[in-house]
């Protein structure tokens, strides 16, 4: 079982950078593929970024391809989102989740343990 928290929100002006980081414990937590997902308000969760356990695949939305990266230390435990050159169309509540497994889904039923969430706004 993997238990994660996401920490690193904020407000940011468009164009700004900020970077998200997802803790998680767990002695397994270097055989679980991560990912981040985003929920905007009014609308469904969403798939933003994810990577493997091996750090040799990695997914992103078109939405976000380009400008935000996601990376992982599996000595820290920790799984990050760097984002870069932000939009106002990026303010959400962001979720870090994990699954057991070499595969990466970008889908909401591929994981099984989610955090509570930390939220990213932008301003314009």
């Known amino acids: 079982q993997v238990h994660v928290v996401e920490s690193g929100g904020g407000l940011v002006q468009a164009g700004g950078s900020l970077r998200l980081s997802c803790a998680a414990s767990?002695?397994?937590?270097?055989?679980?593929?991560m990912a981040w997902f985003r929920q905007a308000p009014g609308k469904e969760r969403a798939f933003v970024a994810a990577?493997?356990?091996?750090?040799?695949?990695?997914r992103y939305a078109d939405s976000v391809k380009g400008r935000f990266t996601i990376s992982r230390d599996n000595a820290k435990n920790t799984v990050y989102l760097q984002m870069n050159s932000l939009k106002p169309e990026d303010t959400a509540v962001y979720y870090c989740?994990?699954?057991?497994?070499?595969?990466?889904?970008?889908?909401?039923?591929?994981?099984?343990?989610w955090g509570q969430g930390t939220q990213v706004t932008v301003s314009s």
């Open positions: 989740a994990a699954k057991a497994g070499l595969r990466i889904g970008d889908k909401n039923p591929d994981y099984d343990y």
């Open positions: 767990g002695r397994t937590f270097s055989s679980y593929a």
């Open positions: 990577i493997s356990w091996s750090r040799s695949l990695a």
